[in-house]
């Protein structure tokens, strides 16, 4: 079992930057892969990012790709977001995700554990 607990969302204007925190709880964190998804007004929940649980491969949406940058700390047992580059279709609410595997997943269905979502809004 593992809990997810996000933090970090908030308003910013367009341009500005946010570091999007999700702490686990369980001993084996550093064994699952993590992914960050978020969710519209209206829209499906989407991937955004991914990390393998080596650490040693990352993936992004291409709609993020070169703003955001995922990274894990498994010391701390958490994964983050640093967003840059905002722009106002990034405004969603952010949920970070986890799953065993060999690699991380793209796929909303290949997650197991999900957390509650924090909002990012972000103003043009």
């Known amino acids: 079992q593992v809990q997810l607990v996000e933090s970090g969302g908030g308003l910013v204007q367009a341009g500005g930057s946010l570091r999007l925190s999700c702490a686990a709880s369980?001993?084996?964190?550093?064994?699952?892969?993590m992914g960050w998804f978020r969710q519209a007004p209206g829209k499906e929940r989407e991937f955004v990012a991914a990390?393998?649980?080596?650490?040693?491969?990352?993936y992004y949406a291409d709609s993020v790709k070169g703003r955001f940058t995922i990274s894990r700390d498994n010391n701390k047992n958490t994964v983050y977001l640093q967003m840059n580059s905002l722009k106002p279709e990034d405004t969603a609410v952010y949920y970070c995700?986890?799953?065993?595997?060999?690699?991380?997943?793209?796929?909303?269905?290949?997650?197991?554990?999900w957390g509650q979502g924090t909002q990012v809004t972000v103003s043009s």
């Open positions: 990390l393998n649980w080596s650490g040693g491969g990352t």
């Open positions: 995700a986890a799953h065993r595997g060999v690699v991380a997943g793209r796929g909303i269905n290949e997650y197991d554990y």
């Open positions: 369980g001993r084996t964190f550093s064994r699952y892969n």
